[in-house]
């Protein structure tokens, strides 16, 4: 079965402070990773797809990389607008119709 | 439209009651899934609907869910007799491909409270 965990649940950082997200999965023929950005009240915002360890994608202050066990998106020098819930989530080839599967999620804190 | 529009934004009903929740996606996207977020958990694969393939409903967590989608545009999901427990955030996203690299942009979601 497919499964998605990610870690920390939370994370608090102070503005500046880097970090890493962790993504575990298992999953029959991965398909594609994505990452997803969600804040209160709205629906998950696309950040990033990998489609084969070794892979990296950066966007602004965001560094998503892909290992076959694990993905990792780097926060660096983060400020009070990167917090939100940041969702991990894969693809498996035997999925039928593509669905996604989600990790609960790691909800990031940044104070000035 | 510029983005997946979902409606209504908030919903609340009495437990039993049916209700309907309704997506309209991206201009040309063919495909087109239901997430439901219940509180503190993950988001959890609801039904998807490509072009003019039978759905995949395996998602569907009992038979009082059903969703339709028309023309290959805008879906309804419609839950029957509604209890506590379906209480969550229903999620629509839709994307133009079912391909390997197809990717899925969500609506600003549908909060559901069943009293």
């Known amino acids: 079965e497919d499964q998605v965990t990610q870690s920390p649940e939370a994370l608090r950082l102070q503005e500046g402070e880097s970090s890493s997200l962790n993504c575990s999965y298992t999953v029959s023929g991965l398909r594609g990773l994505f990452w997803y950005r969600q804040d209160p009240g709205k629906g998950p915002e696309f950040l990033f797809t990998l489609y084969s360890a070794g892979e990296e994608k950066e966007k602004e202050r965001l560094k998503a990389t892909l290992t076959k066990k694990e993905s990792f998106l780097h926060i660096t020098a983060p400020k009070p607008e990167d917090s939100a819930t940041y969702l991990c989530a894969v693809q498996g080839a035997y999925n039928q119709g593509g669905k996604l599967i989600f990790g609960q999620g790691t909800e990031l804190s940044v104070k000035p | 439209g510029a983005g997946v529009s979902q409606s209504p934004s908030n919903k609340v009903t009495e437990k039993g009651k049916d209700v309907e929740l309704r997506c309209d996606p991206i201009?040309?996207?063919?495909?087109l899934y239901w997430y439901r977020q219940s509180l503190g958990q993950g988001l959890e694969f609801l039904i998807y609907f490509q072009g003019n393939s039978a759905p995949d409903k395996s998602g569907l967590p009992s038979d009082r869910f059903s969703a339709e989608r028309t023309g290959g545009s805008v879906s309804t999901l419609t839950i029957q007799r509604t209890q506590q427990e379906d209480s969550a955030v229903y999620l629509c996203?839709?994307?133009?491909?079912?391909?390997?690299?197809?990717?899925?942009?969500f609506g600003a979601g549908t909060r559901l409270s069943v009293l």
């Open positions: 201009s040309g996207h063919t495909a």
């Open positions: 996203a839709s994307s133009l491909v079912r391909t390997a690299k197809n990717i899925q942009y």
